[in-house]
């Protein structure tokens, strides 16, 4: 992925090309919300394989950075940005499928033996999910790769489904992605 527009501490929370490539395959659906788009690198992929996608973060410099890096891609049409609070947006929106890339808090989560969705990550993550399934229960959650992955199965809800995937790169994990609902 060429992104031309990034701020420094962005770098962090970039998705691999690849990883974002194979996540956009499965999330593959008519209207996908990205929930935390930063500079656009999930919603770019997703607008590959999504009739629409609603881009949503809550800093204006990120989304501007993520409207120019969709205009490189060519994708800027399929992607309607939206600068707001994922967690007082949410209950407005309307798709067929939720991706989640929440903040993990930093580079610090991976000097940590296990990452906790709940007490990590600057926004819980088990509020997150609540406000992904006023929208589906088709969700994708990417996370750090030292996540609990117990968390992740609970995060599934009594009778629910989940399928934990490894991202790897070169041989090395890097992510975990969960996916819920219909995407299992």
């Known amino acids: 992925m060429v992104i031309l527009s990034l701020r420094s501490e962005a770098w962090f929370s970039v998705t691999p090309e690849r990883i974002a490539e194979h996540q956009a395959e499965r999330c593959r659906c008519d209207v996908v919300v990205d929930a935390f788009c930063g500079v656009g690198s999930n919603a770019i992929q997703l607008a590959f394989t999504c009739k629409r996608v609603v881009a949503v973060d809550i800093d ?6 993520a409207r120019h890096n969709a205009r490189v891609y060519g994708v800027a049409d399929r992607i309607e940005f939206v600068v707001g609070d994922w967690m007082e947006v949410a209950p407005s929106l309307k798709a067929d499928v939720v991706f989640l890339s929440p903040p993990w808090g930093g580079p610090e ?7 906790d969705v709940h007490t990590m990550m600057p926004i819980d993550g088990f509020a997150i999910m609540e406000k992904a399934r006023l929208i589906t229960n088709d969700i994708a959650l990417y996370v750090p790769r030292n996540t609990n992955v117990n ?3 609970s995060l599934a809800g009594l009778g629910g489904k989940v399928e934990v995937e490894q991202n790897l790169l070169n041989g090395k994990l890097k992510t975990l992605t969960a996916y819920y609902g219909g995407l299992v």
């Open 109 to 115: 989560y991976a000097k940590e033996k296990v990452y």
């Open 60 to 65: 204006p410099l990120k989304v501007a950075y």
């Open 151 to 153: 968390q992740l199965v």
